[in-house]
């Protein structure tokens, strides 16, 4: 009986395989538009560093555009983002994760920016930052920064995208580090007070460099005309041929030493600002109104 029921199971879970096989990656005969839910492997997208036979993305189609919730992953298979779609837009709730899996950001995403709360993670799961942004993607509100241990590292308000009242800063132990004073996003330093730490402060973790200093591409990556000609060492803002920004920083024989490299997903969505210090990833920056 348990070996009948055993085959029973076998055949409806292989039957089950087979009907979803037949309905995945539908393109109407009549139209030639895709339709339905599509797994999108990379032996289509053709992505570097993917295997053939990894999976790229997945989600439903109508009518050829994107609708509802796209999946995209890492070449190891782990997730990468989780992307609302209304009409091939990215529009609705947002998820973007580390490489290893762990949720990095996530909040509402519409016509390329972050609109309301948002929050971005540490790779230990404590939050880095709670924003606030209005629905044309300019900060406001109360804003908070943590610390990888779950500390305030500093609160205040903005108003149409600028530092606005006083702003708390706090040392990692707890201790006031800062009363700051801002006018219009302008720091007013009369009226600005600094503190030295009340107990000692826990010791600084060693930087580990996460990634390689990002290398330029100058087949792909140019400066603007108003820029002199990229060489690979100095200063540089590069931008990819669509008017996109590259990266922005001092290099060094072609890499990126001291700068931001702005990283986006297949459909052109800015979805990390990488910050590099000394060759050496140290994290990422928060993506402005201006940065899209």
């Not at 973007?96 to 996530?106: A, D, F, H, R, W």
């Not at 779950?150 to 600028?162: A, L, N, P, Y």
């Amino acid at each position: 009986m348990k070996q009948f029921l055993l085959l029973l199971f076998t055949c409806q879970v292989a039957l089950a395989q087979s009907v979803n096989s037949d309905t995945l990656n539908q393109v109407d005969p009549n139209t030639g538009l895709k339709q339905g839910y599509w797994i999108v492997y990379n032996s289509v997208k053709k992505l570097p560093t993917y295997p053939a036979e990894a999976k790229v993305e997945e989600g439903k189609f109508a009518d050829s555009k994107k609708m509802g919730i796209w999946k995209m992953y890492f070449p190891n298979g782990n997730m990468k983002s989780e992307i609302t779609y209304t009409d091939n837009r990215p529009k609705g709730y947002a998820k973007m994760y580390y490489e290893n899996g762990k949720l990095q950001e996530e909040g509402n995403w519409e016509n390329n920016r972050w609109v309301g709360d948002y929050k971005s993670y540490y790779e230990n799961g404590q939050t880095f930052y709670n924003f606030k942004y209005t629905n044309t993607g300019k900060r406001e509100g109360k804003q908070e920064y943590f610390y990888e241990n779950g500390q305030v590292m500093m609160t205040g308000e903005m108003h149409d995208g600028k530092e606005a009242g006083v702003w708390e800063e706090r040392y990692e132990n707890g201790d006031l580090r800062a009363k700051k004073a801002f006018n219009d996003g302008a720091l007013d330093a009369e009226n600005t007070e600094v503190y030295a730490p009340k107990q000692p402060l826990p010791p600084k973790k060693e930087e580990v460099s996460k990634e390689p200093p990002k290398v330029a591409d100058a087949n792909k990556e140019k400066t603007n005309a108003a820029q002199k000609p990229f060489d690979g060492n100095g200063y540089a803002k590069l931008f990819f041929s669509g008017g996109r920004i590259s990266k922005d920083g001092d290099f060094k024989n072609y890499r990126l030493i001291d700068g931001k490299d702005y990283v986006y997903n297949s459909d052109g969505i800015l979805e990390k600002i990488a910050v590099y210090k000394a060759g050496k990833y140290v994290g990422d920056a928060p993506i402005e109104d201006k940065d899209k």
